[in-house]
């Protein structure tokens, strides 16, 4: 069974996915990290030499190839509306949600988050639109407001079952 996590910027994808992978011992993957490999070049980069729809387009290829059990997907994973179907029929999506002014105190200011960049009005529209989609898609919804990654893990194996 395949566990894919989505969320927003800062929501701690990244961190929980490899903590949770060595508790279940299972394999991991960094989409970001990912393309950033197969890419040779920084996502920065990618936004700022090639634009983001480019960007999008090699996001859905990485998905759609790895082959790793636990995916930490990137806060923009369901750009196009058939990759929510697409995540729902590879595996169990779980959803790291906490208030948006949490996940805005993570990210403002990082440079390695070309979407951070944008205006913090901007950033607090785009985290309500994507916050139902994120809602629609998953099969679980896990807080990660006010709590350790560790805490995370220990709710999302319990969830699992
Ligand atoms: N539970 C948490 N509590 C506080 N800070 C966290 C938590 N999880 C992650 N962070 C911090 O928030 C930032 C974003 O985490 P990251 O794992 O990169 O999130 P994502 O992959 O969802 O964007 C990092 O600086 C990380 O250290
Ligand atoms: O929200 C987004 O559109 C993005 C989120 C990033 O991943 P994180 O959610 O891990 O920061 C990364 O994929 C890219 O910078 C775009
Ligand atoms: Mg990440």
Not at 4 to 13: D, Q, T, V
Not at 47 to 71: M, P, W
Request: net charge positive.
């Amino acid at each position: 069974m395949k566990i894919y996590l989505i969320g927003f910027m800062g929501a701690g994808k990244s961190t929980v996915g490899k903590l949770l992978s060595k508790s279940l011992n299972g394999t991991f993957i960094d989409l970001d990290q990912l393309i950033e490999q197969e890419n040779g070049k920084k996502i920065s980069d990618i936004f700022k030499e090639d634009g983001e729809t480019v960007f999008r387009k090699i996001e859905a290829e990485c998905l759609k190839k790895t082959d790793a059990q636990i995916i930490a997907t990137g806060g923009g994973i369901l750009y196009f509306d058939e990759t929510a179907e697409w995540l729902r029929g590879n595996g169990v999506i779980i959803y790291l949600h906490a208030p948006f002014e949490e996940l805005y105190s993570r990210i403002k200011g990082d440079r390695s988050r070309p979407v951070a960049a944008k205006p913090y009005k901007d950033l607090k529209s785009l985290f309500a639109k994507r916050d139902g989609v994120y809602k629609r898609t998953a099969h679980h919804q896990v807080s990660v407001s006010n709590r350790l990654p560790e805490e995370t893990v220990k709710d999302i194996i319990s969830r699992l079952g």
